[in-house]
């Protein structure tokens, strides 16, 4: 049964509908607001996604930018490094270009000196044979000539018979003949350093003759003796000398100042006459003889060992030039026409295995002299000095003492390089002696003034001919006589005025 609805249940309806209304606005402004909200977040988030969006477009772009701008660094770097390589690789083209063409050239120098150190070489024996040649031809001559004469003498002897008186004269008319002999010799070796005579000497009497003592004086001598090769520093203390003297003792003859250059130059000699002496302690007494090509040494060696042997000792020759064409064979040929032993073996061989080797013969066969060859060579050339110390070195393996004599060989006419191979040779080997050749051939003799000045070192023979009487032991005395000589060069074993 319902309710009686009364005043107040209207009112109180009203008041509920109002309420609902107001639930009803508020339920609806919320959901308005909720929607604006919707609405506000929609947007934001529209806004962040463009924001993204062109944040991302931006970020795709310089990306984009930085990869092309790394692109470029990495294309520049890569052509520099490209060009830095390319440089690199020329220069060490042209580095490997210079040493193939250094190593070309060297290789064609190095072919060059062999040709040309053959060429001389063969040039060199040539003239060696035909010197031997010419050699043996004037000994036949000579052989010929002296017993056509003594058989001329016999005949003179049996045609005549001569009384007591007349052998007596015959023997006091021995003395004189024996003088004139030795006059005769003496004008031979004057005859044999003739051409040096005429810038040294004599030659220079006619400079001194009739002059005063004079600034000009000093100024020609000093051309002339180094004309002679003499040599500056040697020529220069002469000078000094003379020009002391001159001013000391007031000297107004220039003649005797000319007697004063003849003392100044034999002293310098007399400083080096040591004769070899070879020492009988040591068997085999070794003679190593070292020198340039074409300066005589072999044919020295022939008549070293020629003297040794006539003077009673037994003599053995080592042909320790190896090298050069026909030396071995031009040795043995000494060796043969004197009968004396020679060691050797082929050409080319190791010279320090031949002289090794003739010393364990000459030793075994109890020979008193052992004169050992080698091969010619350039006093510049290292190498082939280097050579000639290793064969010293192997020589003292077998004999601590040897070689007892170690003889360069030089040729007069040479000139001022004598002085160059005398330094070189000495450096290498410790030279002990020096033999000088073809004085006759030079005019230009002075030198052995330079090198017995400079090196003070023993000068042993020289040579004045090609006859083997012709290698002389040196004497200063008989030297610097035979060059002052005023001999008449025209007469042959004339008086000496």
Same mark, same amino acid.
């Given at each position: 049964m319902s309710k009686k609805k009364g005043m107040f249940s209207w009112f109180s309806r009203k008041s509920v509908e109002k309420t609902e209304q107001q639930d009803k606005d508020t339920l609806q402004e919320s959901l308005t607001n909720e929607s604006d909200v919707d609405k506000s977040n929609q947007q934001a988030e529209l806004a962040a996604a463009e924001v993204a969006r062109q944040a991302e477009i931006l970020a795709k772009e310089e990306a984009k930018l930085a990869a092309a701008e790394v692109a470029r660094q990495a294309e520049i770097l890569a052509k520099e490094e490209a060009k830095l390589a390319a440089a690199e690789a020329a220069r060490q083209a042209e580095i490997l270009a210079q040493k193939e063409a250094e190593l070309a050239a060297a290789e064609a120098a190095r072919q060059a000196e062999i040709l040309a150190q053959k060429e001389a070489e063969l040039a060199a024996a040539e003239a060696a044979r035909q010197a031997e040649v010419l050699a043996q031809k004037e000994t036949e001559l000579a052989a010929a000539e002296a017993a056509k004469q003594a058989e001329i003498l016999a005949q003179e002897q049996d045609a005549s018979t001569r009384n007591e008186s007349e052998l007596v004269d015959e023997e006091n008319a021995k003395q004189p003949k024996q003088k004139e002999k030795k006059l005769g010799f003496f004008a031979r070796f004057a005859l044999g350093l003739k051409k040096t005579r005429l810038n040294i000497g004599s030659g220079l009497l006619s400079l001194f003759k009739g002059k005063k003592i004079d600034d000009d004086l000093f100024e020609e001598l000093e051309? @002339?003796?180094i004309v002679a090769d003499i040599g500056v520093e040697t020529t220069l203390r002469? =000078?000094?000398?003379?020009?002391?003297?001159? $001013?000391?003792? @007031?000297?107004?003859?220039?003649? #005797?100042?000319?007697e004063l250059l003849k003392k100044d130059l034999s002293d310098i000699l007399q400083k080096v006459e040591k004769p070899l002496v070879i020492d009988e302690d040591k068997k085999p007494y070794v003679i190593l003889m070292v020198g340039v090509n074409g300066v005589g040494k072999t044919t020295t060696i022939g008549k070293l060992a020629k003297k040794y042997q006539s003077e009673g000792k037994s003599v053995m020759l080592a042909a320790g030039d190896t090298f050069r064409a026909a030396a071995v064979e031009q040795l043995q040929v000494w060796g043969e026409r004197n009968d004396i032993p020679v060691i050797a073996q082929q050409t080319g061989a190791d010279s320090a295995s031949v002289l090794f080797d003739a010393m364990d013969a000459a030793h075994a066969r109890?020979?008193? #002299?052992? =004169?050992?060859?080698?091969?010619?060579r350039l006093q510049n050339k290292d190498h082939l000095m280097d050579e000639l110390a290793k064969v010293v070195r192997i020589m003292r393996k077998k004999d601590a003492t040897a070689p007892h004599e170690i003889m360069l060989t030089i040729d007069a006419g040479t000139g001022q390089n004598a002085i160059s191979q005398v330094k070189l040779f000495h450096e290498? #080997?410790?030279?002990?002696? #020096?033999?000088?050749?073809?004085?006759d051939g030079t005019a230009k003799g002075g030198i052995i003034f330079s090198i017995a000045d400079q090196f003070k070192l023993p000068i042993r023979y020289i040579g004045v001919g090609e006859g083997i009487d012709d290698l002389r032991e040196f $004497?200063?005395?008989?030297? =610097?006589?035979?060059?002052?000589?005023?001999?008449?060069?025209?007469?042959?074993?004339?008086? =000496? @005025?």
């Open positions: 051309e @002339q003796l002469i =000078i000094e000398n003379l020009t002391d003297h001159a $001013n000391r003792k @007031q000297l107004k003859d220039a003649e #005797v100042l000319y109890g020979a008193d #002299v052992l =004169i050992a060859d080698t091969a010619g290498a #080997v410790g030279l002990t002696g #020096v033999t000088f050749t073809k004085l $004497n200063a005395k008989e030297f =610097i006589d035979a060059l002052f000589s005023k001999e008449d060069d025209s007469e042959q074993g004339g008086k =000496i @005025q």
